[in-house]
């Protein structure tokens, strides 16, 4: 098996250069995956956009990493005779037990000691499989990510660490969530090929824990434009710590880059409280919880606001609100509930962030030839001396499907239309659907979400293994961790859906769900998502009307007699679902 | 094996004077590190399965243990001679000190033929031959190993007549255990890993990628088998084998030009490292004679078998498209022939370097049986990688500052850390 060409941007990993400046680095042969190859694909930009390294004085780097190439699993699932066919029926932690016990290839064991001897600060073990982040295979937030803390004095301790951290990320082609999603999209996972990066974490250590003050995903094309932009000026998510926060659908602020200043459409204060993020993910540096290499948080602890605050982080990020005058004052000299706005960043010009932000942003769309997303890290604590980094995590193209549809003569028989809204993903007609799964609105109660997302899965679980597509229909965020946002489904539990539909109910109002992997996956696939607010868009006598397939506690599974007509205008964001 | 006009202990006396001399090493110290400390000669008597008696004739060389217990394997052979062990016991003092592991040199042997006992009679060798040492070994004096024709099952019997004259559990006394048996993961694969692992950073330094590079392996044991995986593994290709075929009594090379297949090798090799020679020519080998293996158009040699087989008488022949020689045997290269090599520019991984490997991995294991506490092979083999590597770097500046040939560069390293370690206990 001898290696092949390497992949551009990178060089072979060098154990004698490991404290070097070799950045960008791969051990072993093979592909290096799709995240590896779009971040081998950007460095070179990057270091041309930017010469000095910086930004108007924030270093810009893409956080130094190893890549292993994907001949490295192979090798390993080969030498260790894993087969994907025997470890089916297995459950997830069965599965990652297996790999655990396996050996890693002892063409790479030397090296990966080489590097973690010459590195202790904490490290990302990321998927970038052949499958993931290609334009129109988005393999998005199926596979695994492991965080470690690496900061265990013994070399050999943090060898361990990393080891098992790989072996996860490898367990992880083969769990539930990657199998269902593969057969929803069509692939066969027994030819999928993981390749694995090693990753510096952006951040600061603050006590016990590490993470970045800003980590975001940026989009160069919005659907949901702010008031005082454009879809094409786009939009940028951002949350206090680590990005698990948006990958899993919490809550976060989104902005527009162009127009930092500009809020997102709120009806008060109070309703941006309701939804600003509360809690922050870190990685642990203390004692671990538990010892568990098959579990993706072993290393990662939750904190909440007011341990930002004594860390120090908030006050770059945080408001106040004032109740007797209603008012948001920038940072946190007054006392009051704090507010994740991040206007000391985007407003108070304390960092360039924003027009990092939109350089980014255009530099990608240039360079890619396409509408981009970006994920990135901002370590920033300039209060207590630290030098500032902004990290370049990744970069995906987003395929924006603007054709137009004629919705005329769909909402020219108002008895006929299920679902209307004004605000739709997506663009042009979905055909071949007649079932409809839905929500039902009098079942749906607060603190219900978690059984709502078991019944949606079942559902979903049966209709794709009969090969039949359907229309989803839920409230709040599909796809959010929290479930008092929304609804906690993971991709792979919805993939079966041709269209969804996010509502909201008085006591399920969240701002409107950009979830970072749905959306990606929804605009690569070209599944239109439909917002309706106060679900007042959503015909539900014609939805009661027609015959149930199956009827659970919380959801419905109807067909209707003839084919759906889904329709969405991508230029007005206009859709329509009609019988 | 041994030649009445080779000695194998002259050669690595001479060897040791060419670099004391070097080094202007006093006499004394000299004197000291020329010869071993002790030696042990021991007559082991066993009943025969047919009833009758034998003595069997058997050595333990302790060269050196100035910096750590003594350490070597016990080897079953029937041409084994007291000047072999003596050489071999020297060459484990300067292995275990050119790794820089914490490990003295010894060596020990029986004069007997294994293909000819039966299992039972093997194991009254291996419990007769700790009966006559174990008051003079142990975990931390002398730790045995197995060698030529011995394996697990010789060194549990002999770890288990050990543990019972001394009325205790003492794992650290033996290594090359089986797993689960206070035997190390890895152990197995260590030393012919290791040696691909130097020749990894030879090529490194040679400048040449390892999937442009050929070789030629002479011996298919186990160090041989897992240096060629390993090789195959960094994109080498093996054109030719040699091994013993124990039905003729004479060594073959088995010959494939597109290169050998290890799945189709193993399949047809016995225990001892021979392969069925009929097979082989089904399978489409060429069968040519013993020796073949040197002349071959290759980058690479790599002789895992025996001392003494490249030689003045020989060495002329190897092909000039050779650049790397890597010693996966004990002494398989004599002065006269390193004359040759040196003068043709072939670099030479010397042996006490190129096959530390194994007794790299049994110091692991050492380590580990002492804890009672066992790794797992990812480390194991991560940990030697990293031992082996460090140790090339060390000799290849060495060479490369002072002009040396790797043999002497790794001599003086060797040399120089056990003479210190000597000086430092007031020895001399």
């Known amino acids: 098996m001898a290696p092949e060409g390497r992949p551009r941007g990178g060089v072979k990993f060098d154990r004698a250069r490991v404290a070097a400046d070799a950045s960008f680095t791969f051990l072993g042969d093979g592909e290096p995956g799709g995240k590896a190859a779009g971040l081998a694909f950007i460095k070179s930009a990057l270091d041309e956009r930017f010469p000095e390294g910086d930004y108007q004085g924030i270093p810009v780097d893409i956080p130094r990493l190893t890549v292993l190439l994907t001949g490295v699993f192979e090798e390993f699932v080969a030498a260790n005779g894993l087969v994907l066919d025997e470890l089916a029926e297995l459950t997830d932690e069965q599965i990652a037990r297996h790999f655990q016990k396996a050996d890693l290839p002892v063409a790479v064991v030397g090296d990966l000691l080489a590097l973690i001897s010459g590195v202790t600060t904490p490290l990302a073990v990321r998927s970038s499989s052949l499958l993931e982040d290609a334009l129109y295979e988005p393999f998005a937030g199926v596979y695994a990510t492991k965080m470690i803390p690496n900061n265990s004095p013994d ?425 | 094996m041994a030649k009445e006009s080779y000695n194998p202990f002259l050669m690595a006396q001479a060897q040791f004077d060419k670099v004391a001399q070097g080094l202007s090493l006093e006499e004394p110290v000299r004197e000291l590190l020329r010869n071993p400390l002790r030696e042990y000669h021991v007559s082991i008597p066993v009943r025969m399965d047919d009833g009758s008696f034998r003595v069997f004739r058997g050595f333990r060389i302790q060269h050196n243990d100035a910096r750590g217990p003594a350490k070597g394997g016990i080897r079953f052979h029937p041409q084994e001679t007291v000047d072999g062990v003596r050489a071999l016991a020297m060459w484990m003092t300067w292995k275990c000190s050119v790794v820089d592991i ?121 160090v041989a088998q897992y240096a060629v995986r390993l090789y195959q593994r960094l994109g080498g290709k093996v054109l030719a084998v040699a091994c013993w075929d124990q039905g003729d009594q004479v060594s073959y090379t088995y010959r494939k030009q597109g290169g050998i297949s290890m799945d189709e090798l193993s399949a047809i090799t016995d225990r001892f490292g021979g392969i069925e020679k009929a097979k082989a020519r089904d399978l489409g080998y060429e069968q040519l004679p013993g020796e073949a293996w040197l002349e071959q158009e290759v980058d690479v040699l790599m002789p895992c078998a025996l001392e003494n087989q490249i030689h003045a008488g020989n060495a002329e022949r190897l092909s000039r498209q050779v650049k790397l020689i890597a010693e996966g045997a004990n002494g398989p290269t004599t002065p006269e022939a390193d004359l040759l090599l040196e003068k043709r520019k072939v670099f030479v991984i010397p042996d006490f370097l190129a096959n530390a490997g194994g007794v790299t991995c049994s110091y692991f294991e050492q380590v580990q049986s002492n804890m009672n506490y066992y790794w797992e092979k990812d480390e194991v083999l991560s940990r030697l990688d990293v031992k082996m590597t460090s140790a090339f770097l060390d000799v290849s500046e060495l060479a490369r500052r002072k002009k040396l040939f790797m043999r002497d560069a790794a001599y003086v390293i060797a040399i120089n850390r056990v003479a210190q370690a000597c000086h430092e206990r007031g020895w001399v």
């Open chain 2, 102 to 222: 914490p490990l003295g040199g010894g060596k020990g042997g029986v004069v007997c033929d294994p293909h000819n006992l039966s299992l039972r009679e093997q194991e009254q060798v291996c419990r007769g031959w700790v009966r006559q040492l174990a008051h003079d070994m142990g975990p931390f004096r002398d730790v045995p190993a197995p060698d030529v024709m011995t394996n697990a099952q010789h060194m549990l019997w002999m770890l288990d007549e050990y543990e019972t004259i001394r009325g205790g559990r003492y794992p650290g006394f033996i290594t090359g255990k089986p797993v689960g048996m206070g035997g190390s993961l890895g152990r197995t694969e260590a030393t012919g890993y290791g040696l691909v692992f130097t020749v990894r950073e030879a090529l490194k330094e040679l400048g040449i990628k390892p999937e442009a590079t050929t070789a030629s392996v002479q011996g298919f044991g186990n």
């Open chain 1, 155 to 579: 070399a050999q301790s943090r060898f361990r660490r990393l080891v098992e951290a790989v072996k996860f990320v490898y367990a992880s082609t083969w769990f539930h969530r990657a199998r269902d999603y593969a057969q929803a999209t069509g692939h066969d996972l027994r030819a999928e090929r993981m390749g694995v990066i090693i990753q510096e974490v952006v951040g600061h250590r603050f006590g016990e824990r590490w993470y970045p003050t800003v980590s975001g995903v940026a989009r160069s094309y919005s659907y949901y434009p702010l008031a005082s932009c454009g879809r094409a000026d786009g939009v940028a998510h951002l949350a206090l710590g680590l990005g698990k926060t948006i990958v899993e659908g919490g809550a976060s602020w989104y902005c527009c880059p162009l127009s930092p200043r500009t809020p997102p459409p709120y009806a008060s204060i109070q309703q941006l409280l309701k939804n600003t993020q509360t809690a922050f993910w870190a990685v642990h540096l203390g004692q671990p919880a538990e010892y568990d290499p098959t579990h993706e948080n072993e290393y990662l602890v939750r904190s909440d606001l007011r341990q930002a605050e004594a860390d120090g982080s908030l006050r770059y990020v945080g408001s106040t609100w004032d109740p007797a005058s209603d008012r948001l004052s920038m940072g946190l000299a007054a006392e009051g509930p704090r507010l994740l706005d991040f206007s000391p960043l985007l407003r108070g010009e304390i960092a360039p962030l924003a027009g990092l932000l939109g350089e980014l942003l255009a530099l990608g769309r240039e360079k890619v030839g396409s509408e981009v997303e970006i994920e990135f890290a901002l370590a920033f604590d300039p209060g207590a001396g630290r030098p500032s980094r902004f990290g370049f995590l990744q970069v995906r193209p987003m395929v924006v499907r603007t054709g137009g549809a004629d919705l005329a003569e769909a909402l020219h028989d108002p008895r006929q239309v299920l679902i209307h809204s004004h605000q739709v993903i997506g663009e042009g007609e979905i055909g071949g659907v007649r079932h409809i799964v839905y929500v039902k609105p009098e079942a749906f109660a607060a603190g219900t979400a978690p059984r709502i997302a078991a019944e949606v899965a079942a559902t979903n679980r049966r209709l794709v293994a009969a090969g039949t597509p359907y229309v989803l229909i839920g409230f709040g965020r599909w796809g959010s961790a929290d479930p008092w946002l929304g609804i906690p489904v993971t991709w792979s539990q919805i993939a079966g859906a041709r269209a969804i539909v996010e509502g909201t109910l008085p006591q399920m109002n969240p701002d409107p769900s950009q979830g970072s992997h749905f959306f990606h996956n929804l605009s690569s696939l070209g599944i239109p998502y439909f917002t309706v607010p106060n679900a007042e868009g959503i015909a539900w006598r014609m939805l009661e009307e027609l015959p149930a397939v199956e009827d659970l506690e919380f959801v419905r599974h109807v067909v209707s007699p003839g084919e759906l007509r889904i329709l969405v205008d991508g230029r007005t964001g206009e859709g329509v679902i009609a019988c």
